[in-house]
């Protein structure tokens, strides 16, 4: 993975993980063969990864924080902060290194607990378009392992997080970035396939989202199109094993490829889709990367009439062209012809994967989504930094055009 020089997180990849190297992982980053090890996991079994972590617990002092809910809660976190807290206390020592392990859910858990060691207060002071608190240092240090496609937490310096209020918020920080990512294939193995589709469609956004960003550089363009190419050429066929029940290279070569999309948006920010995202998950409770699938098409045509969003998604839909033997559907193509092509694949691809794309879809009917609520709802995406890095500005009637078009 060369495009990991451009992350501070250092990335490891192995194939399996077995306790001695997990043991030699964290002497090699907490720099000490005794210090007290506090991993932050999902709760449901890991096979592949349990006996690692049984073999390190006879090794070394070790502690488990398992209260991990998807889209986490400030409350959650600080329940998580104080019983690390009881722990270091008992223990007479804070812990030499933090262990995330798990979806984005567990390792942006694991980000905020770090981070709330070390800076006072509660997270929400931290949270929402006008924060009470700065963020002022950095926590122990951190590990993250990843067990599903498409998250990228575990190389960025974003964590997002449901305030007490109801709304999701994004925190970012540097004092969020991990020090290490261990991409682990077995992990990812025998992942369901349903949560393959929505994590690596998540994935396919941060992609897509560096590069219709405002904040967009040379080189987070070449790292999203990279990205890009490699996770429309491997999510099909990985889907596809998982379908069957059979475990396939191409997952964790998707794990690897998720990775670098996070490496890419890590330089940006996400934009239009991840703001409208948030309103999906606090309203309907759909998961994150469910909720980054819905809009994509909308945001999509939308940032197409912007010249320079449009000449880098037609470059990118070469580039998949190219990837995947379809050269001759964009050969000789304009670049309206070729990002089309491209809009195109990226709705099929969610309508493959069995992820939802309108209102009805989601058990939304227009009743439910009349003029006022849509405003009352999605008006509140105008206070979010995310849409603000949106290459083309949308405005609460944009938004709101955009939404009733998902009514069917």
């Given at each position: 993975m060369l495009n990991a020089l451009a992350t501070p997180t250092r990335i490891a990849r192995v194939?399996?993980?077995?306790?001695?190297?997990?043991?030699?992982t964290v002497f090699y980053?907490?720099?000490?063969p005794s210090s007290r090890v506090l991993v932050v996991r999902d709760p449901r079994p890991f096979p592949t990864l349990d006996p690692a972590l049984a073999e390190l617990a006879a090794r070394r002092p070790l502690s488990v924080l398992d209260r991990v809910v998807p889209n986490p809660r400030s409350e959650d976190v600080a329940a998580m902060v104080a019983a690390a807290m009881?722990?270091?206390?008992?223990?007479?020592?804070?812990?030499?290194?933090?262990?995330?392990?798990?979806g984005g859910s567990a390792l942006?858990?694991?980000k905020a607990l770090?981070?709330?060691?070390?800076?006072?207060?509660?997270?929400?002071d931290y949270l929402g378009p006008s924060p009470r608190r700065k963020p002022e240092t950095k926590g122990p240090k951190l590990l993250l392992i990843p067990t599903t496609t498409g998250t990228g937490s575990e190389v960025t310096r974003f964590g997002v997080y449901t305030m007490r209020s109801g709304r999701k918020a994004t925190l970012a920080s540097p004092f969020l970035q991990a020090d290490a990512a261990l991409l682990v294939a077995e992990a990812v193995a025998d992942i369901p396939p349903a949560l393959l589709a929505a994590t690596a469609y998540d994935a396919i956004t941060h992609a897509l989202e560096t590069l219709w960003n405002r904040n967009a550089t040379e080189l987070s363009d070449a790292l999203a199109e990279d990205a890009l190419a490699s996770l429309m050429s491997l999510v099909r066929p990985a889907y596809e094993a998982r379908s069957g029940g059979r475990r396939d290279p191409s997952v964790g070569l998707l794990l690897e490829a998720a990775c670098a999309a996070g490496v890419a948006f890590?330089?940006?920010g996400t934009a239009a889709i991840h703001a409208l995202s948030f309103i999906l998950s606090e309203e309907w409770h759909q998961s994150h990367g469910v909720a980054c699938a819905f809009f994509v098409d909308s945001v999509y045509a939308a940032n197409l009439a912007d010249a320079g969003a449009l000449a880098k998604l037609a470059r990118a839909a070469r580039a998949i062209?190219?990837?995947?033997?379809?050269?001759?559907?964009?050969?000789?193509?304009?670049?309206?012809?070729?990002?089309?092509?491209?809009?195109s694949r990226l709705v099929e691809l969610r309508a493959f994967l069995g992820l939802p794309g309108s209102f009805p879809e989601i058990g939304v009917g227009r009743a439910e989504l009349s003029d006022a609520r849509i405003a009352e709802l999605f008006d509140k995406a105008q206070d979010d930094a995310k849409l603000k890095n949106n290459i083309r500005a949308l405005d609460?009637?944009?938004?709101?055009?955009?939404?009733?078009a998902k009514l069917g």
């Open positions: 194939d399996a993980l077995c306790g001695a190297a997990l043991a030699r980053l907490s720099g000490s009881r722990a270091a206390a008992a223990a007479g020592a804070p812990p030499g290194l933090v262990i995330g392990i798990g942006d858990s694991a770090v981070f709330m060691l070390a800076n006072s207060g509660d997270l929400d890590n330089l940006t062209a190219d990837a995947s033997g379809a050269a001759g559907s964009v050969g000789g193509a304009s670049d309206a012809e070729a990002a089309a092509w491209l809009g609460a009637a944009a938004i709101r055009e955009l939404v009733r």
